[in-house]
T-cell receptor
Framework: SQKIEQNSEALNIQEGKTATLTCNYT??????LQWYRQDPGRGPVFSLL???NEKEKRKERLKVTFDTTLKQSLFHITASQPADSATYLC???????????WGAGTKLIIKP | DAEITQSPRHKITETGRQVTLACHQT?????MFWYRQDLGHGLRLIHY???????NKGEVSDGYSVSRSNTEDLPLTLESAASSQTSVYFC?????????????FGEGSRLTVL
């Protein structure tokens, strides 16, 4: 069966450390993968995109990797801050119809 | 600034009643989507539209309908609300042919069906 998995348990990280969030998928061949941030009571907000032919993408303190062999994407936040606390969602984008298939998200808590 | 707004933000209704959730975007995007978000599940696509008068069913479309009479609006109607439709509903839009496929979301509508 097809599925996309993110760690359902909250991730607790000490301020200043690097937070790493994982998105695993099976039986999909996405054209690219997106990461969104969602704050409580708010809609998701786009963060980063990485294509199937890219290994790594960076934006400021954020880094995304994409391993199509492992079928895994990692989302890193370096020098984490309490303001980074949120739920992070990954979404696969299929080349065939550009529909997004979403993970359930991982809650990240950055402790001062 | 362009935005996407949903109303109402919160609604409580009774089983069997018809409910309409509004979505209005000023991005001038052709693509619009309705999702529901439930604990432990990823966002699930209900209906989507690629332009005026175009509507398509998503993976969880039973009991829901949409219509697209203009670019800005895609209202979602629950024909006869059921308790299983208690959820948070998100409307989103995107630009046709955008390189990133980025979705722009509204703030959500929390619906409780008693």
């Amino acid at each position: 069966s097809q599925k996309i998995e993110q760690n359902s348990e909250a991730l607790n990280i000490q301020e200043g450390k690097t937070a790493t969030l994982t998105c695993n998928y099976t039986n999909y061949s996405p054209a690219y993968l997106q990461w969104y941030r969602q704050d409580p009571g708010r809609g998701p907000v786009f963060s980063l995109l990485i294509r199937e032919n890219e290994k790594e993408k960076r934006k400021e303190r954020l880094k995304v990797t994409f391993d199509t062999t492992l079928k895994q994407s990692l989302f890193h936040i370096t020098a984490s801050q309490p303001a980074d606390s949120a739920t992070y969602l990954c979404a696969l984008v299929m080349d065939s119809n550009y529909q997004l298939i979403w993970g359930a998200g991982t809650k990240l808590i950055i402790k001062p | 600034d362009a935005e996407i707004t949903q109303s109402p933000r919160h609604k409580i209704t009774e089983t069997g009643r018809q409910v309409t959730l509004a979505c209005h975007q000023t991005w001038n995007h052709n693509n619009m989507f309705w999702y529901r978000q439930d604990l432990g599940h990823g966002l699930r696509l209900i209906h989507y539209s690629y332009g005026v008068h175009d509507t398509n069913k998503g993976e969880v479309s039973d009991g829901y309908s949409v219509s697209r009479s203009n670019t800005e609006d895609l209202p979602l109607t629950l024909e006869s609300a059921a308790s299983s439709q208690t959820s948070v509903y998100f409307c989103a839009s995107s630009e046709v042919g955008a390189n990133t496929g980025e979705l722009f979301f509204g703030e959500g509508s929390r619906l409780t069906v008693l």
